[in-house]
């Protein structure tokens, strides 16, 4: 394939000028082979995984280097440890919990996921084991990330795996709950912290990417001067296929390099605090002046479409959410609107109806009660069965009062602390039980 001067140059820039880098990559391992019913045995088999993982470590670097691409973070999906917990005592989740943070730290890997199970109609033994021990487990590790699937178009939403999820967050100190994530119709293979996990079906090895590169496509917007919507939506196909092009090249680098199958590229676009790297920023480049304002649904649904189409072009390996991601804290542009009060939980609400992220690094006032956050929960995994899609929420409860901020630092930022309605829903959100998966249509005969 040959490359003229200009496109070679509009990568350089993209690269120095714009944060084109690589959110993450991610090695997904099959562990269900060290499932025993004696913990010790367990542990013990854990530790065959250390020569893999070192030899990853390694390869992003020496991959990184190659290509002078930043690579983010290194990551580790492992199947769910529900399974695990299956056939031991909930305690030993804390142990696997430790366990799992030892192998990360000992090799470099900054997020290794899979404390996490499914409970979308009821609960077995192991599920209940991890959401019971979910505040402990996060609370005394610093890379280990998780999630509940509380919620499934074909099996409805479990209100009462809701409730038990609220009660262990509200335990979490704020950097450990920014770990962890509720969901409905979790992909079964996820690349993307704090969901990931290995999934059935899957090889037992396998390497994805996930891109990011808001700025890129901000700018981009920015130089075209577009004139009709047909024309913005082109720029920023052409940008999200260039940026995917660039995960797929990286993920099949690393996939060579350690010998492991190359799995999928992630095309979610993601945010950091850092100044030029917000998608809400893209939103406002499109002529929106604030995020939040009347025009925001349609120009996200506009970027979503794009970046779908151009990914999806440039790649045929798509896996994870595949989304544009909306997290609060982790985008500057989002966090200042939201202490306008331009963005609030119903905005972030009706933007979820057209992206995969639901309502994302936000924080909540334990003041303001449980009941609140369970409403909001059931609110998005609803909205999420009734469009048959992925969304999930990730709140950080805090002490502090509405319009606060509290600062947790790098990636995640600086998180706002968003006001729920003042309204009682307990006497809803006390009821217990499941709400039934959904018809979406009768036909006669």
Known sequence: MKYSADEIIEVVRMLSEEDLDIRSVTLSVNTLTLISDDVNKTLEKFNSLNPI???FSYSVDKVSEKYGVKIVTKR???SPVQYFLEVLAESDGIKIGEKLEELAEKNGIDYISGYSAFADRGFTKGSLSVINTLAEVMNSTRRLTGMINAASTFSGLNSDAIKKFVDQIFSMKPEASSRVSIL????PDSPFVPSAHHGIGMPDMMINVAVSGPGVIENAIKRS??????????VIKRSAFKISRL?????KAVSKEIGVPFGSVDLSLA?????????AGIIEAMGIEKIGGHGSLSALAILMDAIKKGGSMATSHVGGLSSAFIPVSEDSIMAERALEGYVDFFTLLALSSVCNSG???VGVSKKQGKDKVIGLIMDVLSLGITLNKILGVRVIPVDSEPGTVIDLGGLLGKVVVMRLKDVSVERFTSLN????NTIKRLEAG
């Open 53 to 55: 993982l070192e030899k």
């Open 76 to 78: 580790v999906a492992v």
């Open 184 to 187: 409905s119709n979790v992909p």
């Open 225 to 234: 001067s577009s004139s009709s919507l047909e024309e913005l939506h082109d």
């Open 247 to 251: 995960g797929e090249l990286i993920g």
């Open 271 to 279: 945010p950091s605090p850092k100044v030029g790297d917000s998608v």
């Open 359 to 361: 309502i994302d690094m």
């Open 433 to 436: 039980g499941f709400i039934p």
